[in-house]
C-alpha cells in the first residue's frame, strides 16, 4: 500500500514538472528558431549541449546507483525552480529574453530531462516486480505523454494567445469560450518555475518501500563508471539491444527541440501553432501506445514489437520529404508518437529482465552515451546552412529515415539470439 501510494505522488510529480519542462522547451526552442531566428548558432549551442550531455549522462548514472533516488529528485526540481524564476526576473528586467538567456534555460531543461526519467526508472523497477515492469512502465509513459499533450495544448495558446473567430488549427479541435493575449516569454519561464517548485512540495512527501536488495556502491565515481562498462562487456547483447533500439528516440529528440521548427517555418510556411499541434498529435499517440502496449500489441514478443516500430517510424521521415498537407503532418506525428512510446516500454522491459537494480543507473547511463554521440553529430551535420532552408530542410528529413532504417536493420540482424536471451529470462522468471 505504501509503495502505491508512493507511486502515485511520484506520477504526480512527474506530471506537474514534466509541464514544467514541456512547456519551457517548447516554448524556449520556439522562440530561438523563429523569433530571434539564430538559425545555424542555435545549430552548434544544440551540438555542444548534446556533447556536455554524455559525460553528464554518465556521471548522472553513477548518482542514480549510489545515493537515494527521491533525494536526487528534490535536487532536480530546486535547480530548475531557481533557474526558471531567476530567468524569468532576468527577462521582466531587460524586457526580452536575449540568446544567452534563452540557451542556458534550454541547457539547464535538458540536463534536467537527462536525470529525470533515469531516476524515475530506476526507482520504478526498485520498487515493482518483474510482472509488472510492463504494467509499470506502460502507465510512466501515458502519464508522461498525457502531460505532453497538456504541456503542447497550453505551449500554443500561451505562446499564440487565443481569440474566438480567429481561423487557427485548433480551433477546430480545442473549442474554447476564453480570451487573452499570448504571453512573452518571461511569464510563460515565471510559470515553469512556480512548477517545478510545487512538483518539489509533491515529492517530498513520497515515501517507499524497495522491494529489491540494493547493494550501494561507494567506491569512486570512475570505478562506479568502469564497473559498469564491464558489466555491458560481458553482457553485450545488452549493449546490442540497448544501443540500436535508441535510433527512434535519438531521431525524435533531434525533431521536436532542434529540426521540426525549422521544417515548420521553413518548408511548410506555418508559425508556432502547428509545432505545438505537431508535438500535441505525437503526445496523442504515446498516449495510445501506452494504453495499447499491454493489450494490442501483446501477441509478438519484445524485439519483433521494436522492429516493426522502428520501420513504421522510417516510413514517416520518408512522407516528411514531400509531404506538405497537414493532415498528413499530424497524422505522422501520430505514428511517430505511437512507435517512440512503445519503444520506450518494451526496450525499458526488456532491460529491466536483464539487469539488476543496483547498476541500472550506470547500465542506462552508458547506452544513453550512444544517444548522446549521435545528436552530437547529427546536431554538427544540420548546423549546416544547407539544411536552414526550404530545401536543404527536407534532406534532413531523408538523413533521419536512413538513420533510423540502420537501427532496424541491425535490430532485425540479430533478432534470433535476441528473442533466444528474453526466452531464457522469462523461462528463468516462470521458473
Known amino acids: 500500500m505504501t ?19 514541456g512547456i519551457s522547451m517548447i516554448g524556449v526552442v520556439w522562440y530561438m528558431n523563429s523569433v530571434l531566428k539564430v538559425g545555424s548558432a542555435y545549430g552548434l549551442f544544440y551540438a555542444f549541449v548534446v556533447l556536455c550531455s554524455m559525460f553528464w549522462g554518465l556521471y548522472v548514472g553513477s548518482l542514480i546507483d549510489k545515493y537515494n533516488r527521491k533525494n536526487i529528485f528534490l535536487g532536480i526540481n530546486l535547480v530548475g525552480g531557481i533557474m526558471l524564476l531567476s530567468a524569468a526576473a532576468i527577462g521582466f528586467s531587460l524586457d526580452h529574453v536575449p540568446f544567452l538567456l534563452s540557451a542556458v534555460v534550454f541547457a539547464t531543461t535538458t540536463f534536467i530531462y537527462n536525470a529525470h526519467y533515469p531516476n524515475l526508472y530506476a526507482i520504478a ?41 480567429e481561423a487557427s488549427f485548433f480551433q477546430a479541435y480545442i473549442p474554447a469560450s476564453f480570451h487573452f493575449e499570448a504571453w512573452s516569454l518571461p511569464q510563460i519561464l515565471l510559470l515553469d518555475g ?13 515515501h517507499y518501500t524497495p522491494l529489491k536488495e540494493r547493494s550501494i556502491d561507494t567506491s569512486s565515481i570512475q570505478e562506479r563508471m568502469m564497473y559498469g562498462i564491464n558489466y555491458l562487456k560481458d553482457n553485450r547483447l545488452i549493449l546490442l539491444f540497448g544501443t540500436a533500439s535508441l535510433a527512434v528516440f535519438i531521431t525524435i529528440i533531434i525533431n521536436a527541440y532542434y529540426q521540426m521548427p525549422v521544417y515548420i517555418d521553413l518548408f511548410l510556411h506555418e508559425k508556432s501553432s502547428v509545432f505545438a499541434g505537431s508535438e500535441l498529435f505525437f503526445a496523442f499517440g504515446a498516449l495510445c501506445a501506452g494504453i495499447f502496449a499491454r493489450y494490442v500489441f501483446n501477441q509478438t514478443n519484445i524485439v519483433f514489437k521494436v522492429i516493426a516500430l522502428t520501420f513504421a517510424s522510417v516510413c514517416c521521415y520518408f512522407v516528411f520529404m514531400f509531404n506538405k498537407n497537414l493532415s498528413i503532418f499530424f497524422c505522422c506525428n501520430f505514428i511517430l508518437g505511437l512507435s517512440n512510446a512503445a519503444i520506450r516500454i518494451f526496450r525499458v522491459t ?12 550506470r547500465v542506462n547511463g552508458i547506452l544513453n552515451l550512444a544517444s548522446y554521440f549521435f545528436r552530437f553529430l547529427i546536431g ?47 523461462s528463468h522468471e516462470a521458473a
Request: glycine letters at 6%.
Open 3 to 21: 509503495n502505491k501510494k508512493a507511486i502515485s505522488l511520484l506520477f504526480l510529480a512527474n506530471s506537474i514538472s514534466g509541464c514544467a519542462q
Open 125 to 165: 523497477q526498485e520498487i515493482s516486480e518483474p510482472k509488472d515492469y510492463v504494467r509499470i512502465t506502460s502507465y510512466i509513459e501515458i502519464q508522461g505523454q498525457a502531460t505532453t499533450v497538456l504541456s503542447g495544448a497550453l505551449a500554443a495558446v500561451l505562446m499564440q494567445g487565443y481569440q474566438i473567430g
Open 194 to 206: 512556480i512548477t517545478y517548485a510545487v512538483s518539489l512540495i509533491v515529492i517530498w512527501f513520497v
Open 350 to 361: 526488456y532491460i529491466f529482465k536483464l539487469v539488476p537494480n543496483h547498476v541500472i543507473g
Open 380 to 426: 554538427l551535420l544540420f548546423a549546416i546552412p544547407f539544411f536552414n532552408h526550404e530545401n536543404g530542410v527536407r534532406y534532413s528529413m531523408l538523413f533521419l529515415a536512413l538513420f533510423t532504417l540502420v537501427g532496424a536493420l541491425i535490430l532485425a540482424s540479430k533478432y534470433n539470439v535476441l528473442r533466444a536471451e528474453e526466452l531464457k529470462k522469462t
